[in-house]
């Protein structure tokens, strides 16, 4: 039998490579992916239906959470609050959504129980990352602990993130040699035509490939 | 300081209770309800807010879940798939929503954590109940292990269950001594103008009053 990943799919690049990880590893691919009212929703869904084309994935969800904005407390969901482009500090920086991951894991662990699948893929990164409380290797074991008791007795699922050890430079270099389509993947925070360069995201992406020794294909502003 | 708990809250009779315990107990109550495209959404819907009113919560969410109905595999969220109303059986029943309270906590955490609450009060029965896995102690506790490791540091949420092992005659005895507007839930399975009275949950419910030898205020049908 077949065996089956959901794959949480945002249209960056880390999900992008966690996806075809699963997909070079055997598993039919599932892709979700979540509109939850963030800055650039419109451009990451764009990213995310072109990925699951160019991959050939065929069964996806695209699951809208527009509650998000009501709960706002976040520069990715609450337009009154800036994204940073000064550079990363310490401590979680207010482009954390809270509990965002617990939201998307809880709903991909639905739709795992619902098709069969055996596994959940997620790219969370822990150590070259924005220090998000919901990307931590911890946080995905007792979430991974919490479904498996929370959903039918033979529902078993497992939670792979194998990207959450990874520097940004070895991303870049697994996403050359697993065939990511980079020039199709958006990780800027910022609702703008090109890549910002400057917020959070962008900082790590771009440090990424240049200690990668790599040219990233998408295009920045200035 | 006052101390404020997030309270799932559906229009049944079993969050009612808890979310009165949560407030006699002298919390302020914030009330989070889910539109998630079940049959009887627009009853629920309508028994939330009233209970809202007459218990004087004025912070409140409704928070619209669509994507159920493309997951479905329930008979609460599928119409192809029928209400059971043969009494209950053995095993997880065909109206078990996927992890659907794994998505209701996940998005509560949430709430709780941008107000700064303390608590999340649900309305989960174990033993006296449906048999679902999503409400279960043993579910629970794992599940407020991952919110906390999932959370920032100095989120701290704690989740209670104060029905957790009560019998359903329990609940009704406990829902008159703690002045639970009863007349203002709905735990009827059907989308009907009474209750049905056949379906699980009606049986338990009315199994409920028949011990605690009361009279259920609300109408049934036949």
Known sequence: ?????????????????????????????????????????AK???????????????????????????????????????????GLEDGVPVTYVPFRNGIFLSIAASIAEKEKAEAIFIGVVQEDSSGYPDCTEEYILKMQDAIN??????????????????SKAQIVKQSLEQGVPLELTWSCYKNSIKACGVCDSCRLRLGGFKQAKSIDPIEYEG
Chains 1, 2 share one sequence.
């Open 44 to 86: 990451e869904l764009e990213c995310f239906r072109d990925l699951m084309t160019k991959l050939g994935v065929n069964n996806k969800y695209e699951v809208d959470l527009p509650f998000f904005s009501d709960i706002g407390a976040s520069a990715l969901t609450d337009s009154s609050i800036s994204v940073p482009t000064s």
């Open 149 to 166: 008791q929370g959903t039918k007795f033979e529902t078993k699922i497992s939670i792979e993130m194998p990207l959450v050890h990874l």
């Open 1 to 41: 039998m077949v065996k089956k990943a959901v794959c949480v799919v945002s249209g960056g690049m880390d999900s992008a490579l966690s996806m075809k990880i699963a997909q070079n590893s055997g598993y039919e691919v599932i892709g979700v992916h979540f509109n939850y009212r963030q800055l650039t929703e």
